[in-house]
């Protein structure tokens, strides 16, 4: 039987009953169902949910009437998950309690009156009682699983693991797909540890209750590159996870950048590097006998060399 994996967005102020409704009749229809209720008085791992979200086949945002726990830059956390889940053009259905009008609210109240209007352009419900949402989440769950493509498969034994290959070979491939008009990988012989590379970045920026994607280049030392990656480096890791520890090393730049570029913006978020650009420092890491590479199924993973290691104990003792 075919199993949906469907992250289910809400504030931990939601009512516990409603979010129980829409959750038990996710489960009642065979989906995993994912995602943490978002709260003042917890540390909110935006990483974690991200990763959760790309891994959805299905995107449910539960919004009852507050907007929100917000992180530094002035977003909700719900609003975060939202955006980012139409980022990655997951399939999203929304239940909205009420309709706010911001005519004379607080701040939160427009906040939220805002946040509603966006959600409110895709597939959604309007609810106002407890029984409408039960009746709104029966009718249109079912078909909205039914429709999605995805999806888990249970499997009679474990998948073997493929033959440790070379991430050089698997890189230079994955470059000419996504870069056809590159046709020279960078040799680590001619890459100096002092040398610096001009990092492509993207991200969302926030404007009048919209966000479009901007670009900015962030310049850094080949070698501190690698350092911010090798000192997280204690087990196996994947390249999602590497390409992650970059971006946030470099968030703070890229976000002064393009407010700076932007003054009408009010945040920054989703800050990321070029893959492809990635891809090529790992290469290069590959070559200079630092890390090696592993894939196993349909899954790949880094570690330190000796060699790595050394690199990594040097670095810190400077």
Known sequence: MRKLQVYLASNYEVNGRDRYDVERELLRHGAFVSGLACREDADYDWELARRIIDECDYFVCLLGDSYGPMSPNGL???????????????????????????????????????????VSQQNYRLWHLRDELV?????????????????????????????????????????KVLSPSSKKATSSKSTSSKSTVRLQMSAKVYQAGNNQLKEASVTERWDRIFGWVADR??????????????????????????????????????????????????????????????????????????????????????
């Not at 493509?149 to 070379?166: N, T, Y």
């Not at 650009?277 to 790949?300: D, K, M, P, T």
């Open 135 to 175: 009746s709104h989440v029966k009718v249109a769950i079912p078909g909205l699983l039914a429709q999605a493509e995805g999806g888990w498969q249970k499997v009679s034994k474990a998948e073997p693991a493929a033959p440790v290959s070379s991430l050089t070979k698997s890189l230079k491939t994955a470059s």
């Open 76 to 118: 909700s956390f719900l609003h975060r998950e939202f955006v980012h889940a139409q980022s990655q053009s997951k399939p999203v259905i929304s239940f909205i309690k009420n309709v706010h009008s911001a005519g004379t609210q607080s701040e939160e109240g427009r906040r939220l009156a805002g946040f509603q209007q966006i």
């Open 233 to 318: 480096m204690t087990d196996d890791c994947s390249d999602d996870y590497l390409r992650e520890i970059v971006e946030q090393q470099v968030a703070d730049q890229v976000e002064q950048k393009l407010l700076l570029q932007n003054p009408d913006a009010h945040a920054v978020d989703d800050v990321r590097v070029n893959r492809v650009q990635f891809h090529r420092l790992l290469e290069e890491w590959v070559e200079a006998g630092y890390i090696v590479h592993v894939q196993n199924g349909h899954h790949s993973s880094c570690h330190l060399t000796d060699e790595g290691k050394l690199k990594k104990a040097q670095k810190n003792q400077q």
